[in-house]
């Protein structure tokens, strides 16, 4: 007999085969590839489900493979939504920033993951974390068009066929694969910086140093000299609304921050994927900031304040 499990859905208590539930970690890595948001991403895969189980039994039965009609509807859905998010942004308060993601292993804090049973209850435990959600690849993928990002991660990070691909995008095979290619070239263009994770960790860990002792050389030095900060806040919270640039005046805005929020702590945490801090202030997360780095200096700095962005982090503790 094939094990069930109970979800509520629309406050509807189902009993569903895992065939069908044991998707969703699947289209939650699918979908916040997709949407840089992990809060869009679970509305996503909401509504995908809602529309699986507003299929009659004799509908569903029909379906050779539930996993592929999920995956389409989502991909479809977050479609739509990157087709409706460049008008969105452009009333956006400031920068927009995708939306950081903790990792519970805090490897560099000496921290182990549990051997946990079942599948996590928080979303975030439910992406996987590598170079595809690194956040200077996940701001590239943000100058794709939705065809371009939607071909592009199906294909290249999840390796789907072309087949599949252009039953999403109502295009040709042969037009999927344009897509694909075309976003390859932006990545490739983009030339994303890579540094060793023990190497970005040390100089994450170095300019959180520099940053408690008010060390500006310290943190000049740290910082390449056309290095680039951009502060998402979404109006909602103080923020830079345009990218600095510079290390100096990077620097200075930095010890200013500092200035204006006394017993802020910094906390070392993994962001998605990659050595990043977490700012602190009276045991609330008020920012999280992701690094690029190439040659050992800082090139980019993103950090999010937008604190609708910051669900995931309530639970970081120091």
């Known amino acids: 007999m094939r094990r069930c499990v109970k979800l509520l859905y629309g406050g509807i208590e189902l009993s569903t085969p895992t065939a069908v539930t044991d998707e969703r970690r699947q289209l939650i890595n699918i979908a916040y590839r997709l949407l840089g ?17 507003a299929l009659s039994a004799p509908e569903r039965a029909a379906v050779r493979s539930p996993g592929a009609w999920l995956t389409t509807v989502a991909s479809r859905i977050c479609l739509d939504v990157l087709g409706s998010a460049r008008a ?3 009333r956006y ?6 939306e950081p993601l903790p990792d519970r292993t805090e490897w560099m804090n000496g921290r182990r993951p549990g051997d946990d049973a079942g599948e996590p209850s928080d979303p975030a435990d439910r992406v996987t974390l590598d170079e595809s959600v690194d956040m200077a690849f996940l701001v590239v993928l943000e100058t794709m068009t939705p065809g371009e990002r939607v071909a592009f991660i199906l294909h290249d990070v999840f390796r789907y066929p072309f087949a599949e691909i252009a039953a999403v995008l109502d295009r ?9 290619s075309s976003a390859r070239r932006r990545v490739r263009a983009a030339r994303l910086p890579t540094a060793p994770d023990v190497r970005r960790a040390r100089v994450v860990r170095d300019f959180k140093q520099a940053w408690e002792a008010k060390d500006i050389d310290a943190l000049i030095a740290l910082l390449d000299p056309d290095a680039t900060m951009v502060a998402d806040g979404g109006g909602l919270v103080g923020a830079a609304l345009r990218p600095i640039e510079g290390n100096a005046r990077i620097a200075r805005f930095i010890l200013d921050m500092a200035t204006r929020a006394p017993g802020l702590s910094l906390l070392l945490r993994t962001v998605n994927g990659a050595p990043g801090l977490v700012a602190q202030h009276t045991g609330t997360t008020v920012t999280v900031a992701a690094f690029a780095l190439t040659d050992d200096r800082i090139t980019h700095i993103w950090a999010v304040r937008n604190p609708e962005k910051l669900g995931p982090w309530r639970v970081v503790s120091g």
């Open 37 to 53: 948001s992990l809060a869009e991403a679970e509305d996503a895969v909401q509504e995908s489900y809602a529309r699986w189980y």
């Open 93 to 98: 308060v400031g920068e927009w920033v995708p």
């Open 88 to 90: 969105r942004r452009e």
């Open 172 to 180: 040709t095979p042969a037009a999927a694969r344009q897509l694909a």
